[in-house]
């Protein structure tokens, strides 16, 4: 069992940024995938980014390339989530999650959940 804990949510204006950081503990094994998922009111949860803990491959939602960035530091067992250019419509609740194969983009896809960290862009 993988214990996740998020953290670096907060209030930034519209074109600011923003770094979350989630910090896993437990068994972590080299082929998981460590993925960030956010969920706006009344919405879907949606599928953000997501790295692969070994060699770190990473792949996001099209819409969301070039202003978001996943990243890991092994030595610290933690993944991070650096957004830019942030806009009211990335509002939302932000969680990582572990998957088990490279590509796992569908929430149903990925097994333990971190509690997620509110993240609120104002215009």
């Known amino acids: 069992q993988v214990q996740l804990v998020e953290s670096g949510g907060g209030l930034v204006q519209a074109g600011g940024s923003l770094r979350l950081s989630c910090a896993a503990s437990?068994?972590?094994?080299?082929?998981?995938?460590l993925g960030w998922f956010r969920q706006a009111p009344g919405k879907e949860r949606e599928f953000v980014a997501a790295i692969t803990w070994s060699p770190g491959n990473t792949y996001y939602a099209d819409s969301l390339k070039g202003r978001f960035t996943i990243s890991r530091d092994i030595t610290k067992t933690t993944v991070y989530l650096q957004m830019n250019n942030l806009k009211a419509e990335d509002t939302a609740v932000y969680y990582c999650a572990t998957g088990r194969r490279y590509g796992a983009n569908e929430p149903s896809e990925y097994d333990s959940w971190g509690q997620g960290t509110q993240v609120t862009v104002s215009s």
């Open positions: 437990g068994r972590i094994f080299s082929s998981y995938t």
